[in-house]
Nanobody, 115 residues
Framework: QVQLVESGGGLVQPGGSLRLSCAAS????????MGWYRQAPGKQREVVAV???????DYADSVKGRFTISRDGAKNTVYLQMNSLKPEDTAVYYC?????????WGQGTQVTVSS
């Protein structure tokens, strides 16, 4: 069974940057559309960025122009570069396939944007 491990979160000031990584235990990215999701306290999990097997990307309006999703097939890793972070970006970030249900959720990585 594929396992996903997210990392790279932390505490950052507004306007700062973080780069999240999602490593898979085996290759899934060549056949799957992958996405980064986030869940803030008291809110439902939402998708913020997706990347297809062909490299096409799409973003939620709330992060467009600030976040960039990318992937490295050789490393079985998906990245999320987050710039110009805002307090409302505070959440636990997860990666998974799109649609979900194909791969178990990882533990996520906490991103906190605060001064």
């Amino acid at each position: 069974q594929v396992q996903l491990v997210e990392s790279g979160g932390g505490l950052v000031q507004p306007g700062g940057s973080l780069r999240l990584s999602c490593a898979a235990s085996r290759s899934v990215f060549s056949i799957s559309t992958m996405g980064w999701y986030r869940q803030a306290p008291g809110k439902q999990r939402e998708v913020v960025a997706v990347i297809t097997s062909g490299g096409t990307t799409d973003y939620a309006d709330s992060v467009k122009g600030r976040f960039t999703i990318s992937r490295d097939g050789a490393k079985n890793t998906v990245y999320l570069q987050m710039n110009s972070l805002k307090p409302e970006d505070t959440a636990v970030y997860y990666c998974n396939a799109v649609p979900t249900g194909l791969i178990p959720w990882g533990q996520g990585t906490q991103v906190t944007v605060s001064s």
